[in-house]
């Protein structure tokens, strides 16, 4: 019996250790793609809204050696074109082509397309309808974890008086929820999950690795830059490069000067070079600080604090309802979402920019305003709502009685005429709730008269 086991026993190590033997070694595990890593990641709505920040680019790029990447929402289908009868789809055709030059002008090869409709307008809301907010957002996550940005730059979300273009709202809110997700494996989970035979067909699942951005920055196409002072730093674009030995803002013309179907960025550009003129561009570039998950304070350089590996994902509060009493009033429509998106997002600073709401249309234009009548109280109340507003100004719609059930809400439009033939200036518009004969709020808004701006 002893005999036995010990022969059985010495069978089994030596089969084990022929087995063990013939085991091979896995191939190595592959590392991200490292041709498609970006220092920087900017996500905009149009070719040539990259503009924006090209002053900043030629340092960070020429002279500093940044990887650069670009996501545009839109191909720029719905602008006009100086340059000839091409429109709608053909005219987006030529814009991706522009923008594809200007940027490999820059050095820059890694940029995609979204492929939504470019949406002229100032709501917010609209264009994430337009755009197909989720497909837009898992495209974005897709782009922000295959290119492993520090850094992302983008559009302000929020409301401003100025072009307050909607589609750069909406790229910033993409950009923003993008920044927060990216680095969770539950959001978009086929993006991350690895495939089943990387080297075969028919692999449905992606393989991409979760990424979460260190810091996001804004930047802002409003028509008045104060409340931009201490919020972020500023690149002057009057520094020579030590690499080009032009300054900055030359280079930053010749980038737009490529964007040529566009009168106010392209053919000004041209025009700028041909003549030596380049007041425009000598303009600082000037970022607001959305939020930074490394140290740094708000004007410090935008790699401050950085570093180059992944860092820990990094939660966000989400929405939270706001306990409210009683009866309320509010701006509606898309100032109401950027309330509730600010804090939700962790970027609450942003509410701190313009304290009072604003708002840009031409002389003799209607506005229209969203306000929300809230009865947060158990009975049901009847709100009677008012305007106080200045001379020259003509209600259409929104004085009334409102009846609001108990724990509900009722949008009211307000609808106003503005003061026709008025030089440009500034104007504030005042609604106020009254309930059971007593005050129930009221709400302020600036409205600037000034040509040139988009259809609200």
């Known amino acids: 019996m002893t005999r036995r086991f010990v022969w059985f026993a010495f069978s089994v190590l030596f089969v084990s250790g022929v087995t063990l033997g013939q085991i091979a070694d896995a191939p190595p595990s592959p590392p991200p793609d490292e041709r498609f890593k970006a220092d920087i990641l900017i996500v905009v709505a149009h070719p040539d809204d990259e503009t924006m920040v090209t002053g900043y680019l030629a340092k960070a790029i020429f002279d500093e050696h940044k990887r650069v990447a670009v996501v545009f929402g839109t191909r720029g289908d719905g602008g006009g074109n100086a340059m000839g009868y091409e429109q709608a789809a053909s005219l987006g055709a030529e814009r991706e082509i522009e923008g594809r030059r200007a940027l490999e002008s820059f050095g820059v090869m890694n940029v995609w397309f979204l492929g939504a409709p470019d949406t002229p307008g100032q709501d917010v809301l609209r264009s994430l309808e337009t755009w197909n907010h989720g497909s837009a957002l898992a495209q974005t996550v897709r782009i922000m974890r295959l290119t492993r940005p520090q850094v992302v730059l983008t559009w302000l979300p929020g409301y401003v008086a100025g072009e307050n273009h909607d589609d750069h709202q909406a790229a910033g809110v993409i950009a923003t929820e993008a920044f927060d997700l990216a680095g969770d494996p539950t959001a978009f989970p086929e993006q991350v999950s690895a495939p089943r035979d990387r080297s075969s067909i028919s692999n449905l699942t992606e393989g991409l690795h979760p990424w979460q951005p260190q810091k996001i920055y804004y930047f ?54 041909a003549k030596g003129d380049f007041h425009y561009f000598e303009e600082p570039v000037r970022l607001i600080l959305g939020k930074s998950l490394v140290k740094c304070a708000p004007t410090d350089d935008i790699f401050e604090g950085t570093v180059q590996g992944p860092i820990p994902f990094r939660s966000v509060r989400g929405y939270r309802p706001e306990a409210v009493q009683g009866v309320s009033l509010e701006l509606g429509g898309p100032w109401a979402f950027y309330r509730e998106f600010w804090r939700a997002h962790g970027i609450e600073n942003l509410a701190a920019l313009l304290p009072v709401p604003e708002v840009a249309i031409g002389a003799g234009e209607t506005l229209y305003v969203p306000l929300v009548v809230r009865n947060d109280s158990d009975l049901p109340k009847t709100v009677k709502l008012t305007a106080v507003l200045p001379p020259g100004w003509t209600e259409r719609a929104g004085s009334a009685r409102y009846p609001v059930s108990a724990h509900d809400l009722y949008p009211a439009q307000v609808v106003l005429a503005a003061p026709a033939g008025v030089k440009p200036a500034w104007y504030e518009l005042t609604w106020k709730a009254e309930s059971d004969g007593q005050p129930a709020g009221s709400v302020t808004l600036k409205v600037q008269l000034a040509s040139g701006g988009l259809p609200q």
């Open 220 to 273: 802002t196409d409003a028509s008045h830059t104060g409340f931009l002072e201490g919020k972020g730093p500023q690149y002057s674009t009057k520094a020579a490069s030590p690499s080009r030995h032009v300054p900055y803002y030359r280079l930053a013309a010749e980038e737009m000067s490529f964007h040529l179907t566009q009168s106010d960025t392209g053919q000004m550009a041209k025009e700028a070079l």
